[in-house]
């Protein structure tokens, strides 16, 4: 069975600009004066930047902030003694006072719940403003309720809910991206890692559960690779012709066995496992980006991008 996993990496780029107008800090310019460039004060990986008495996001200056109490708080939040900002622009009717950066992208004041700079995310008359959390993995609760996103969840327990990985559970369920897995004994369950979860009759990849599998001698190897006597699973599907007693995690999606190697769930053709090696980050070959090879070839992905004998 084939399982096509979309990962989804989320990143935050500044713009750097070729010419100088207006408020746009020209940083290639700037490089050639290593003076200048100690100057400028990246106050985070999401586009905050100071350069003397002036604060910018993206490369754009803001407006009437006070640069001696600018604060950044976490992801695009930040304050001064006037304003509270998210990705640059004032947040409207912010409470600076009682403002709370809660983790990823959530905050909360004594008036509001924000989510991504959105104070209309949960409705206030429904949200305890007082004891409501961020969780992880999109989950929050206060004393009353448990929230998925932007959407409240039913007959669930939050005294009891809690965060593992991408799982919410409370006394009586386990939950996959806010979604109730149905029938998961709760005494037995247990989290083996990543995506991978079992009670004493299943073993599941996120809230699917995997055929065949033999329990007893099932074991958690990453979060996309699992393995019995019998089989080598991606996600909550067999690897074709797989060794499990030779199979190991290569990283960056690759594995490899004593036979073949893959990419994701896909064999690689031709690929020689014993020379076969990965590079978290790219190499390149003239123009040429790869991030593994073998004693043949370079390969990005599951693709040959050049041979070594050519």
């Known amino acids: 069975m084939r399982k096509i996993i979309s990962v989804i990496f989320l990143s935050i780029s500044i713009f750097i600009y070729c010419e ?14 290593s003076e200048e460039v100690k100057k400028i004060e990246f106050l985070s990986i999401h586009g905050y930047t100071k350069e003397k008495n002036k604060i910018y996001f993206a490369g754009i200056q803001l407006e009437g902030v006070d640069s001696e109490s600018f604060e950044y708080l976490g992801d ?15 947040l409207e009717g912010a409470d600076l006072q009682s403002f709370e950066y809660l983790g990823n ?16 995310f949960l409705s206030t008359e ?21 929230y998925y996103g932007y959407r409240k969840l039913e007959k669930i327990d939050p005294s009891s809910f809690e965060v593992i990985f991408k799982f919410g559970k409370d006394k009586n369920n386990v939950y996959f991206y806010g979604s109730k897995i149905e029938k998961i004994d709760m005494k037995s369950f247990e989290h083996l890692g990543g995506y991978y979860i079992r009670d004493k009759k299943n073993i599941y990849f996120g809230n699917e559960k995997l055929e065949d599998v033999d329990l007893l001698s099932f074991k958690y190897m990453d979060r996309y690779y699992g393995k019995d006597k019998k089989s080598v699973y991606y996600a909550a599907g067999n690897l074709e012709d797989s060794d499990p007693s030779s199979f190991e995690v290569l990283g960056g999606f690759y594995g490899k066995d004593k036979n073949n190697v893959y990419y994701f769930d896909s064999k690689i053709n ?8 990965v590079y978290t980050e790219g190499r390149y070959i003239k123009d040429t980006i790869y991030n593994a090879e073998d004693k043949n070839n370079y390969y990005y992905q599951e693709d040959i991008v050049k041979n070594k004998k050519k």
């Open 105 to 120: 992208e959530y905050a909360k004041d004594k008036n509001h719940v924000y989510a991504f700079g959105d104070n209309s």
């Open 76 to 90: 695009k939040y930040a304050k001064d003694k006037i304003k509270v900002y998210f990705a640059g622009i004032q």
């Open 20 to 33: 100088i107008k207006d408020k746009k800090i020209n940083f290639s310019e700037k490089q050639e004066n």
């Open 126 to 146: 429904d949200v305890d403003l007082k004891s409501f959390k961020y969780l992880g993995a999109d989950y929050s609760k206060d004393k009353y309720s448990v």
């Open 270 to 277: 031709n690929a020689d496992p014993e020379t076969f090696k």
